[in-house]
């Protein structure tokens, strides 16, 4: 009996103790959402910690909207759709034509095409934008969705190659005795099978592209093009001084999918998250 | 006959994921490597120059400085993520509810490393948040400009981007500590081990594996530091806070010495490639495994 209370006691204050440490390792979120409903004078002169239920919310949310995050917003919505999804079609493709139709050397295709994420992104940025200037796809969404795509490849490749091995082999024999082409086994077969592995790597890619900065600084320029990130990292050069909430405010809404994203996912994003974090696997 | 047509097919499946990589992907690498032996300005042409770029950046004192930096980075912003991420991830599995607060505890590690930096530059402001909570707990006296005085800004944004990196860090070692058989755990504890003896003598050596590829994943980000560094001090003030990688940028983007970005480019990967070489095995053996 004394084991056991002193065990309740111990759980009780670790419990609380972990509370304590939690809210003070969130707080800077809080701090975010508090603030980003303040006007620009409750702000600036104010106390940071005080809580203000200001009615500044709708006003902030459509001055940031108007300032840059909206263009920011739209645009890395088409390149997180538009990349992820096409990267996620031609890694099944490739991954496909690797695994099951067993091509010759194919672990050397697999490895020339998953060498595109072992590199740090340093080794891209010059020549790419030395590239895009010369053909005219510097600062265009063509530019920018050709690199996103191209860049997510590999990682989804790789899960997608993991994938395809785990697939019994008789489900294919029994549909290609029954003459069925290669497309239709991709299509009628594996795709029904891929849905989860599918959607977790369109997910992970998705977060990477909507919070990737480097590419959206090196290959875009104007408002009309550049993403989120840039888009809000702008806004703060030219604003965060005169007006901080509604910086804070684009930094909430520039913030929201990718923390809906993990909300939906949260474990499933673990293996992905591990397995191809050194490329664009990272969250 | 079959097969061979089979084999044949699979040439039009993998061809647009082998053409985008190597346009976008493959073609640059080679050409940063080779840009980084010229003296190429965007400008004029371009001439092959050897290893001065390399023999520049080592000898250059401008350099020492992003040098310097990105060891720091590199080494506290891998042991503090990892080491916190454990202590997270050890302490909530025994409590009740532990998803509850690994939902919390991961929210920063969702948001861009950008957004996270745009948050901590108004946190870290003269008049900021970080600066108010210390006068009202009666240290005044150690209120700065977290951002705009060396050292402490690398100081400071190695703790911002601890923040954010943290949650990652503990997600991997909760997949580890579930796997752990129990046994040994209990043995030790009937043993009377308790604490930070069941911790350094029990458990870490038990989830050593995950430990590795935590680090190595955290040294592989950690030395091309970018997005958290260029967005709360863009490397200043002056170049006080820039590390490797905002060198290549500047270099690359500003001044136009497309060879001498090029050549910072290279000493990044190769660095880089080192982490990843170990951390590909030490996770590629795991997935064997398991």
């Known amino acids: ?13 670790g419990y609380i103790g972990m509370i304590i440490v939690v809210m003070a390792w969130i707080y800077p979120v809080f701090f975010l959402i508090v603030n ?49 999804s096409l990267a996620v ?46 053909i005219g796809i510097y600062n265009t969404k063509f530019g920018l969705i050709l690199m996103y795509v191209s860049i997510c490849i590999p990682f989804a490749t790789f899960v997608l190659r993991g994938f395809f091995l785990t697939v019994p082999w008789e489900l294919q024999e029994l549909a290609k005795i029954e003459g069925a082409s290669n497309l239709q086994i991709l299509y009628k077969i594996m795709m029904p099978l891929a849905k989860a592995p599918l959607l977790l790597v369109f997910l992970i890619q998705f977060t990477w592209i909507w919070n990737d900065l480097l590419f959206g600084m090196v290959l875009s320029r104007s408002t009309s093009v550049r993403p989120v990130t840039s888009a809000l990292v702008g806004m703060q050069n030219l604003y965060a001084q005169m ?26 994003f673990i293996r992905g998250l591990t397995l191809g974090s050194m490329g664009t696997g990272k969250g | 006959m079959n097969f061979n047509k089979d084999t044949n097919q699979a040439y039009l499946y993998i061809a647009p994921a082998v053409i985008l990589v190597s346009l976008i992907c493959i073609y640059p690498i080679i ?20 290893f001065d770029n390399y023999i520049k950046l080592f000898l250059d004192p401008n350099y020492i400085i992003p040098i310097k930096n990105t060891i720091i980075w590199t080494v506290l912003a891998t042991v503090f993520p990892v080491a916190i991420g454990f202590l997270f991830a050890y302490s909530i599995q025994f409590l009740p ?14 948001v861009s490393a950008a957004a996270a930096g745009v948050l901590f530059g108004f946190i870290l402001d003269k008049s900021g948040l970080f600066n108010q909570v210390l006068a009202l707990i009666g240290f005044e006296h150690l209120n700065r400009d977290w951002l705009f005085r060396a050292p402490e800004n690398t100081y400071s944004m190695i703790g911002a981007y601890t923040w954010q990196a943290t949650g990652i860090n503990m997600m991997i070692f909760l997949v580890g500590l579930q796997g752990l058989p129990k046994e040994p755990m209990e043995a030790a504890k009937i043993d009377g081990a308790k ?24 040294l592989i980000n950690s030395f091309r530091i970018f997005d958290s560094v260029w967005v709360m001090t863009m490397g200043g003030p002056g170049r006080y806070s820039e590390t490797l990688a905002v060198t290549m940028y500047r270099e690359g983007f500003i001044i136009f010495d497309l060879g001498y970005a090029a050549a910072v480019a290279v000493l990044i990967s190769l660095v880089g490639l080192v982490f990843s070489y170990y951390y590909l095995k030490s996770v590629l053996t795991k997935e064997d495994v398991s």
């Open chain 1, 243 to 268: 007006d901080g909430p509604t910086i804070l405010m684009a930094t909430v809404m520039a913030s929201i999918p990718t923390l809906v994203i993990f909300l939906l996912l949260q474990r499933h």
């Open chain 2, 97 to 110: 509810r532990s998803n509850f607060f690994q939902i919390l505890i991961y929210i920063p590690a969702t």
């Open chain 2, 31 to 50: 050409r940063t490597f080779i840009m980084s032996f010229t003296d190429n300005d965007g400008l004029n042409p371009a001439n092959f120059i050897g």
């Open chain 1, 36 to 84: 980003a409903n303040k006007t620009a004078s409750e702000y600036s002169k104010g106390d940071k910690t005080e809580i203000i239920f200001g009615t500044a919310f709708i006003d902030n949310a459509i001055k940031a909207w108007n300032k840059g995050i909206g263009d920011g917003v739209l645009n890395s919505l088409i390149y997180g759709f538009c990349g992820s």
């Open chain 1, 89 to 134: 079609i031609f890694a099944f493709l490739a991954a496909f034509g690797i695994v099951r139709l067993k091509m010759k050397n194919g672990l050397l295709w697999f490895l020339l095409i998953y060498s595109g994420t072992v590199f740090p992104f340093q080794m891209y940025l010059l020549p790419l934008f030395e590239a895009y200037v010369a």
């Open chain 2, 195 to 218: 604490g930070f003896t069941l911790i350094f003598k029990i458990v870490i050596p038990m989830i050593m594996p995950y430990f590795v590829i935590a680090s190595l994943l955290a």
């Open chain 1, 1 to 13: 009996m004394n084991y056991k209370t002193k065990e309740k006691v111990n759980l009780t204050v």
